[in-house]
């Protein structure tokens, strides 16, 4: 651990930490996540960042990173892991799971090494298709599934047979399934023919076999499921059983709304 002060004959933080080798504190601060430079430096001059058993106030203090021990509160503070964000097209027939005790095939044999620790964002049963998102940003995994931000996804949704006015309008405004009745959803007809109705479903919650049992609620059965966004994520024209990281303008709209949502 280096202090500079104005007189000092040490190099300023901008050079020492370009030779790589400090870092000063209140940046390695924000770098771990802990908020912005403004909050991390009320973290020092207050007396809760401790280095190496020792507590520090000194705005100008700098560290070596990975070397010296830094602490908020007495709890080991370490940078945040660079966050990781993709996108699966799922194909039929795989379960969303690590393993599967049954030996089925499961998703992530179809992500590349680097992506097998990464958790996902809502499930897809093994008979549906399209996207799943991965992250080692649990945070944002949060946000996205849990029922109280409402976040949307959509779905393409082919059936056995057409649905008449009355039954769109019962699914638009919300059907009793397992663990009680649905928010209102968006319901658009995209085609039918004698063979059924292709349906656009627009959910804004995510619970266990939501749109089967919904089209199950009057008297219908799904013939085939595809999800065709999360949130401001979209599939496109990603082939099925393929990945891709996001982009980074991707990336941005998700962190809006990890931001907005975490207010």
Same mark, same amino acid.
């Given at each position: /651990?280096?202090?500079?002060?104005?007189?000092? #004959?040490? +190099?300023?933080?901008? #050079?020492?930490?370009?030779?790589?080798?400090?870092? @000063?504190?209140?940046?390695?601060?924000?770098?771990?996540?802990?908020?912005?430079?403004?909050?991390?430096?009320?973290?020092?001059?207050?007396?809760?960042?401790?280095?190496?058993?020792?507590?520090?106030?000194?705005?100008?203090?700098?560290?070596?990173?990975?070397?010296?021990?830094?602490?908020?509160?007495?709890?080991?503070?370490?940078?945040?892991?660079?966050?990781?964000?993709?996108?699966?097209?799922? +194909?039929?027939?795989?379960?969303?799971?690590?393993?599967?005790?049954?030996?089925?095939? #499961?998703?992530?044999?179809?992500? +590349?090494?680097?992506?097998?620790?990464?958790?996902?964002?809502?499930?897809?049963?093994?008979?549906?298709?399209?996207?799943?998102?991965?992250?080692?940003?649990?945070?944002?995994?949060? /946000?996205?599934?849990?029922?109280?931000?409402?976040?949307?996804?959509?779905?393409?949704?082919?059936?056995?047979?057409?649905? #008449?006015? @009355?039954?769109?309008?019962?699914?638009?405004?919300? =059907?009793?399934?397992?663990?009680?009745?649905?928010?209102?959803?968006? =319901?658009?007809?995209?085609?039918?023919?004698?063979?059924? /109705?292709?349906?656009?479903?627009?959910?804004?919650?995510?619970?266990?076999?939501?749109?089967?049992? /919904?089209?199950?609620?009057?008297?219908?059965?799904?013939?085939?499921?595809? @999800?065709?966004?999360?949130?401001?994520?979209?599939?496109?024209?990603?082939?099925?059983?393929?990945?891709?990281?996001?982009?980074?303008?991707?990336?941005?709209?998700?962190?809006?709304?990890?931001?907005?949502?975490?207010?």
């Amino acid at each position: /651990m280096k202090s500079s002060s104005p007189n000092s #004959t040490e +190099p300023s933080s901008k #050079t020492v930490s370009r030779a790589g080798k400090t870092i @000063r504190l209140n940046r390695y601060l924000a770098d771990c996540g802990l908020g912005s430079r403004r909050k991390v430096e009320e973290f020092i001059t207050s007396g809760r960042i401790s280095v190496n058993g020792v507590i520090v106030k000194d705005l100008s203090t700098q560290i070596f990173s990975g070397k010296d021990t830094v602490t908020l509160d007495g709890k080991i503070v370490q940078p945040e892991l660079k966050k990781v964000y993709l996108i699966l097209n799922k +194909p039929r027939g795989y379960v969303v799971t690590r393993s599967d005790e049954l030996g089925r095939k #499961t998703v992530y044999s179809l992500l +590349p090494q680097q992506a097998k620790e990464l958790s996902y964002a809502g499930r897809l049963d093994k008979d549906s298709e399209g996207l799943l998102l991965f992250t080692n940003d649990n945070i944002l995994i949060n /946000m996205l599934t849990h029922p109280k931000n409402k976040v949307e996804k959509v779905y393409r949704v082919d059936i056995n047979r057409s649905l #008449t006015n @009355r039954e769109l309008n019962i699914l638009r405004n919300g =059907v009793e399934i397992e663990g009680g009745k649905t928010l209102p959803a968006g =319901v658009f007809v995209k085609a039918q023919n004698i063979e059924g /109705m292709s349906l656009k479903i627009v959910i804004s919650e995510g619970r266990k076999r939501q749109i089967r049992q /919904m089209i199950e609620a009057v008297d219908a059965q799904v013939t085939y499921l595809k @999800r065709l966004q999360f949130g401001p994520i979209k599939l496109k024209k990603l082939p099925v059983g393929s990945w891709r990281f996001l982009d980074s303008a991707e990336i941005q709209s998700l962190l809006y709304i990890k931001k907005g949502k975490n207010r």
